[in-house]
């Protein structure tokens, strides 16, 4: 039983090495893109197979958040304030990212308010035009 | 990467624990709002993705950025997904017909391979990065100058863009007279 605890402990101490968990040294820029490009493709994957047009909608802000994501990983591992506090790329690109995001909400959701009205239905499937 | 352990600051210590949470939330929930079957659960699970990319921006070293993710996006646009959910869900939704598992094969096919690529990019891509980081500290203030200064175009250009939006918005949706 105890040996199996110690091989337990051993697969553990491991993982959490593997992890960076022992180290101490934060987690690096790798590691933030792959994170930012599984979120891109969830996204792509949300755009592609929803019918529902929220559901695209919802896909489109995982895409954003996948690209702030890159901005402030690359602002940060190329040296973030130290190197940077003149132009503060990554923050103010997520800012203004962030800004374009909510104008794209607002109108998309206009826009299926509209298609509700009209159609009966937010599927993309059964809208081919936008008038009846 | 070979830094001194010396070196690395006591308030790093429990920040790749952090990491590894808000990464195993934000991937769950994620995919969760890709593949969930319920629009509503998708909305949801967006909320919780949301959060965790706030949690990354304050280990990247921008406490803004991370409260103007919870107040823009969740207070904001997720809580306008959810009126757009609200004002356009039935009830009683008629069962689509056919080939929606083709989207989602075709989907999650094109997905793998765009995903290879960016892997095999990211893992040989020659990236620089700054040895010896130092502990982020307060950057509101960079911030609030320069978006008066240096960005001030940008920013008059993005207000007016949201502006514009909004009244577009209202058109769009205004009662129209028969």
């Known amino acids: 039983m105890s040996n199996y605890i110690s091989i337990a402990s051993d697969y553990l101490s491991k993982a959490a090495h593997f992890l960076g968990l022992t180290s101490g040294h934060p987690a690096g820029l790798h590691l933030y893109l792959i994170v930012?490009?599984?979120?891109?493709?969830?996204?792509?994957?949300?755009?592609?197979?929803?019918?529902?047009?929220?559901?695209?909608?919802?896909?489109?802000?995982?895409?954003?958040?996948?690209?702030?994501?890159?901005?402030?990983?690359?602002?940060?591992?190329?040296?973030?304030?130290?190197?940077?506090?003149?132009?503060?790329?990554?923050?103010?690109?997520?800012?203004?990212?962030?800004?374009?995001?909510?104008?794209?909400?607002?109108?998309?959701?206009?826009i299926l308010l509209?298609?509700?009205?009209?159609?009966?239905?937010?599927?993309?499937?059964?809208?081919?035009?936008?008038k009846r | 990467m070979n830094v001194d352990?010396?070196?690395?600051?006591?308030?790093?210590?429990?920040?790749?624990?952090?990491?590894?949470?808000?990464?195993?939330?934000?991937?769950?929930?994620?995919?969760?709002?890709?593949?969930?079957?319920?629009?509503?659960?998708?909305?949801?699970?967006l909320f919780f993705t949301l959060i965790g990319m706030a949690g990354y921006y304050v280990l990247l070293g921008s406490g803004f950025l991370a409260i103007t993710q919870i107040v823009i996006y969740v207070g904001g646009i997720l809580v306008l997904l959810m009126f757009g959910i609200l004002l356009t869900n039935r009830p009683l939704q008629r069962e689509q017909k056919g080939a929606g598992w083709l989207y989602l094969a075709a989907g999650v096919i094109g997905a793998l391979l765009l995903f290879g690529v960016l892997a095999r990019i990211i893992g040989t891509g020659p990236w620089v990065e700054v040895q010896n980081l130092t502990e982020p500290k307060s950057e509101v203030h960079v911030l609030g100058r320069l978006l008066i200064t240096k960005y001030l175009l940008p920013f008059e250009l993005a207000g007016m863009t949201l502006l514009l939006c909004l009244i577009g918005a209202a058109y769009l949706v205004r009662r129209r007279e028969r």
Request: charged share 10%.
């Open chain 1, 114 to 130: 509209n298609l509700y009205f009209n159609f009966g239905t937010v599927e993309v499937d059964s809208v081919h035009q936008m």
């Open chain 1, 36 to 110: 930012a490009a599984i979120l891109f493709v969830l996204g792509l994957v949300a755009c592609m197979a929803r019918r529902n047009a929220i559901g695209i909608l919802i896909g489109i802000e995982l895409i954003l958040n996948a690209a702030i994501l890159n901005f402030m990983a690359f602002w940060r591992f190329r040296g973030g304030m130290e190197t940077d506090a003149a132009t503060m790329a990554g923050p103010m690109m997520g800012i203004f990212v962030m800004i374009l995001a909510a104008c794209e909400a607002a109108i998309a959701l206009a």
């Open chain 2, 5 to 45: 352990p010396a070196s690395i600051p006591v308030s790093w210590q429990g920040s790749n624990l952090a990491f590894w949470v808000i990464t195993a939330l934000v991937l769950l929930s994620a995919a969760g709002a890709a593949m969930s079957r319920s629009i509503v659960q998708a909305a949801f699970c």
